[in-house]
C-alpha cells in the first residue's frame, strides 16, 4: 500500500511512485494521512492525489480514481469539516 503523508510543506510518500505500483493488478490502495487538517472534500483530495501521483509516471501514463473510498476518517472544527485519513483504490 502506498502511504502519501500530506504536510503544511506538501507531499510525502513511504515508496517511490512509479508504474511498478500497478504491477499485480493493475491497481493499487493509497493511504493519504493529514497531518494538517484537509478542508475540501473526499473527491477533490482523491483528484488531487491522482494528479500528485500522475507526475512521477511516464508520458502517456494517467493514475485515475473511480473514487472507491475504503476508508475514511474526519471531523469538524470551527472552519468546517475536514479530512484526517484517507484509503481509496487508483489504477491506470
Do not use: W
Not at 483528484?47 to 509516471?57: A, G, K, Q, V
Amino acid at each position: 500500500m502506498l502511504e502519501i503523508k500530506s504536510t503544511a510543506k506538501g507531499y510525502v510518500t513511504n515508496q517511490d511512485i512509479s508504474p511498478r505500483l500497478f504491477e499485480q493488478v493493475g491497481n493499487t490502495i493509497v493511504r493519504v494521512i493529514c497531518e494538517v487538517p484537509c478542508y475540501a472534500d473526499v473527491n477533490t483530495l482523491e483528484n488531487s492525489i491522482c494528479s500528485y501521483m500522475s507526475s512521477f509516471m511516464p508520458d502517456g501514463i494517467e493514475v485515475k480514481t473511480n473514487h472507491v473510498t475504503i476508508n475514511q476518517s474526519s471531523g469538524e472544527d470551527a472552519r468546517g469539516r475536514y479530512i484526517e485519513n484517507l484509503d481509496f483504490q487508483v489504477y491506470i
